[in-house]
């Protein structure tokens, strides 16, 4: 699912209107009617709803979802903020037709003193402002948010909370911002619900559907876009009856030291649950017995370290390689690790403490090979990148570094951000808190150096891997709960995972 700016979105609403056509009053009846389904579903009738509205046409959705409630046994109050002269011409029709119709209370709010008491179970409509925002909430309009705010209401934002910007909030008042249970946004996400610090506004988001025009979003593009199951079971690759292991390749995984062999068992598990055709798992002398006895399916290539990794077999034989997972920082690993950078020629996933060594080592970017993967968590980010105040510029960065160096940058968490080289960035939707545990991480490098062993492309393999690892958290966690969920789960669950995906 494509992502598109507020500026895109308007220019999609003026196509649809234009060559659908349809005319803009009716486009907005058609998604206050969406929104009116929903909360009748959501909240059925009789309820108290208290719908507050501003200027532009995200009041007017407001306003005609008012007219909608009050004809379905809501009980509707409407504030009409007056926060300037002009309002939007399909508002003020909306806002006429309520007068004449007369079938429920409007009321103009001109400071916070016309505030009404807000009930716990009043049903509050955030129409205030939609994506047209330009700048942030001030005056009385400031006071009716944080009025809302400190309520314990059923808040339910139209298209996205008031106040918040729909990409880039760096410089807003986070003061400012409406604080939705709920939030219904037109068509498309707003990049802006898939940042972590944004929750607090957005709570959850659903989008609906208003029938915009099918041709302008299949050819507006975007860099940014929601992973669908659709889109990655289009990327799978067949296999073919006379496929023997040799077509699957054979990976290289550099993992485990002294005290987290753990880490090195849990990759190559997962490696091999993944598809790949060979999979040989460097490590140091001492987890010999641990990876033969746990991993039988690996081939097992021992390190003259008993308890780090400080060199690796001779690599003409692998197709891909991973490094990182439970390997530790000392400084024989970090010579193998430019040792490994310069001579490898196959795409390479670089994880962990292989990221940290590089962090540390500035130098080294500049020989970082092209077509790598890079998997970090928030903090090897800051290590790797630098620190930003906000999710926003943080992406900037992930987008600009993936570019500069001509690799596929990963950013892992809730909405794993996946930024390539030729500037697109992909969310991946899939994966719930239960993965936020020991382990998880080195599942995926396990998953992603799999399928570039198999032949995916770099960031195809990212797109792929992202997408069934936090599927198999996700299908793990119905089973077993999301407190109990361990990283051994998500590998118990790859096979479903996969079922799954290819249905
Ligand atoms: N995208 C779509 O296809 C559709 C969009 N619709 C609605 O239209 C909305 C966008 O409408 P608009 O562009 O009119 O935008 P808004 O409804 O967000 O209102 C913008 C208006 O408020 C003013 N304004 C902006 N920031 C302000 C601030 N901080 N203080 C005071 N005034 C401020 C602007 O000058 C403008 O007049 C969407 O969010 C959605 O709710 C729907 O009507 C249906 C179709
Ligand atoms: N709240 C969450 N929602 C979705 N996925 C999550 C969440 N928390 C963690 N994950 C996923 O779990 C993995 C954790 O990786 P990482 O932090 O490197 O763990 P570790 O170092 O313990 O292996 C990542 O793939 C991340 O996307
Ligand atoms: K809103």
Same mark, same amino acid.
């Given at each position: 699912?494509?992502?598109?700016?507020?500026?895109?979105?308007?220019?999609?609403?003026?196509?649809?209107?234009?060559?659908?056509?349809?005319?803009?009053?009716?486009?907005?009846?058609?998604?206050?009617?969406?929104?009116?389904?929903?909360?009748?579903?959501?909240?059925?009738?009789?309820?108290?709803?208290?719908?507050?509205?501003?200027?532009?046409?995200?009041?007017?959705?407001?306003?005609?979802?008012?007219?909608?409630?009050?004809?379905?046994?809501?009980?509707?109050?409407?504030?009409?903020?007056?926060?300037?002269?002009?309002?939007?011409?399909?508002?003020?029709?909306?806002?006429?037709?309520?007068?004449? =119709?007369?079938?429920?209370?409007?009321?103009?709010?001109?400071?916070?003193?016309?505030?009404?008491?807000?009930?716990?179970?009043?049903?509050?409509?955030?129409?205030?402002?939609?994506?047209? =925002?330009?700048?942030?909430?001030?005056? &009385?309009? =400031?006071?009716?948010?944080?009025?809302?705010?400190?309520?314990?209401?059923?808040?339910?934002?139209?298209?996205?909370?008031?106040?918040?910007?729909?990409?880039?909030?760096?410089?807003?008042?986070?003061?400012?911002?409406?604080?939705?249970?709920?939030?219904?946004?037109?068509?498309?996400?707003?990049?802006?619900?898939?940042?972590?610090?944004?929750?607090?506004?957005?709570?959850?988001?659903?989008?609906?559907?208003?029938?915009?025009?099918?041709?302008?979003?299949?050819?507006?593009?975007?860099?940014?876009?929601?992973?669908?199951?659709?889109?990655?079971?289009?990327?799978?690759?067949?296999?073919?009856?006379?496929?023997?292991?040799?077509?699957?390749?054979?990976?290289?995984?550099?993992?485990?030291?002294?005290?987290?062999?753990?880490?090195?068992?849990?990759?190559?598990?997962?490696?091999?649950?993944?598809?790949?055709?060979?999979?040989?798992?460097?490590?140091?002398?001492?987890?010999?017995?641990?990876?033969?006895?746990?991993?039988?399916?690996?081939?097992?290539?021992?390190?003259?370290?008993?308890?780090?990794?400080?060199?690796?077999?001779?690599?003409?034989?692998?197709?891909?390689?991973?490094?990182?997972?439970?390997?530790?920082?000392?400084?024989?690993?970090?010579?193998?690790?430019?040792?490994?950078?310069?001579?490898?020629?196959?795409?390479?996933?670089?994880?962990?403490?292989?990221?940290?060594?590089?962090?540390?080592?500035?130098?080294?970017?500049?020989?970082?090979?092209?077509?790598?993967?890079?998997?970090?968590?928030?903090?090897?980010?800051?290590?790797?990148?630098?620190?930003?105040?906000?999710?926003?510029?943080?992406?900037?960065?992930?987008?600009? &570094?993936?570019?500069?160096?001509?690799?596929?940058?990963?950013?892992?968490?809730?909405?794993?951000?996946?930024?390539?080289?030729?500037?697109?960035?992909?969310?991946?939707?899939?994966?719930?808190?239960?993965?936020?545990?020991?382990?998880?991480?080195?599942?995926?490098?396990?998953?992603?150096?799999?399928?570039?062993?198999?032949?995916?492309?770099?960031?195809?393999?990212?797109?792929?891997?992202?997408?069934?690892?936090?599927?198999?958290?996700?299908?793990?966690?119905?089973?077993?709960?999301?407190?109990? =969920?361990?990283?051994?789960?998500?590998?118990?669950?790859?096979?479903?995972?996969?079922?799954?995906?290819?249905?």
């Amino acid at each position: 699912m494509k992502i598109f700016t507020a500026k895109q979105v308007a220019e999609i609403d003026a196509y649809t209107i234009i060559n659908e056509p349809i005319s803009s009053i009716d486009l907005m009846e058609r998604a206050a009617g969406e929104i009116y389904k929903w909360i009748t579903d959501r909240f059925p009738a009789p309820q108290n709803c208290k719908i507050f509205v501003g200027p532009g046409n995200n009041g007017g959705d407001g306003l005609a979802l008012a007219r909608m409630l009050a004809g379905g046994n809501y009980s509707v109050e409407v504030f009409v903020l007056q926060i300037s002269d002009k309002i939007s011409a399909d508002a003020e029709a909306n806002l006429e037709c309520i007068r004449i =119709l007369n079938t429920l209370d409007l009321y103009e709010m001109t400071s916070i003193d016309s505030m009404p008491w807000l009930f716990k179970d009043d049903i509050v409509i955030d129409a205030i402002f939609g994506s047209g =925002l330009s700048r942030p909430i001030e005056g &009385f309009a =400031l006071d009716v948010v944080n009025a809302i705010n400190a309520s314990d209401a059923n808040v339910v934002a139209i298209d996205i909370p008031s106040g918040l910007m729909a990409e880039d909030n760096s410089k807003n008042n986070l003061r400012g911002i409406v604080r939705a249970d709920f939030t219904l946004s037109f068509q498309f996400p707003k990049l802006a619900f898939l940042f972590p610090e944004n929750e607090i506004y957005v709570g959850e988001w659903e989008i609906i559907s208003i029938g915009l025009h099918p041709d302008i979003i299949s050819s507006k593009t975007t860099a940014y876009k929601v992973l669908s199951k659709e889109f990655v079971k289009s990327l799978l690759m067949p296999r073919k009856k006379f496929d023997h292991k040799g077509t699957y390749g054979h990976g290289l995984l550099i993992s485990g030291s002294y005290g987290k062999m753990g880490a090195a068992i849990l990759a190559s598990r997962a490696s091999l649950r993944s598809g790949i055709g060979l999979l040989t798992s460097h490590i140091p002398r001492l987890g010999y017995q641990i990876m033969q006895t746990a991993v039988p399916e690996a081939m097992v290539s021992i390190d003259r370290s008993d308890i780090i990794f400080t060199e690796y077999p001779e690599l003409s034989q692998f197709k891909a390689v991973a490094i990182g997972p439970g390997i530790d920082k000392k400084q024989n690993s970090f010579r193998a690790i430019v040792n490994l950078l310069k001579e490898v020629k196959v795409p390479l996933v670089i994880d962990a403490d292989a990221i940290n060594i590089i962090s540390e080592h500035p130098e080294l970017k500049k020989e970082l090979p092209m077509g790598s993967i890079f998997t970090p968590h928030v903090r090897e980010f800051e290590r790797l990148v630098g620190k930003s105040g906000d999710s926003y510029t943080r992406n900037c960065m992930q987008r600009e &570094f993936a570019k500069a160096h001509g690799l596929t940058l990963m950013l892992k968490g809730a909405y794993t951000a996946i930024c390539c080289p030729e500037g697109s960035c992909y969310f991946n939707p899939t994966g719930n808190p239960g993965m936020a545990t020991a382990g998880s991480g080195d599942v995926l490098t396990g998953i992603i150096l799999s399928l570039l062993s198999q032949g995916y492309s770099s960031h195809i393999a990212a797109i792929i891997g992202a997408y069934l690892h936090g599927l198999a958290g996700d299908l793990a966690s119905v089973d077993v709960g999301v407190e109990a =969920l361990t990283a051994s789960d998500i590998i118990d669950y790859l096979p479903k995972a996969w079922l799954y995906l290819k249905k």
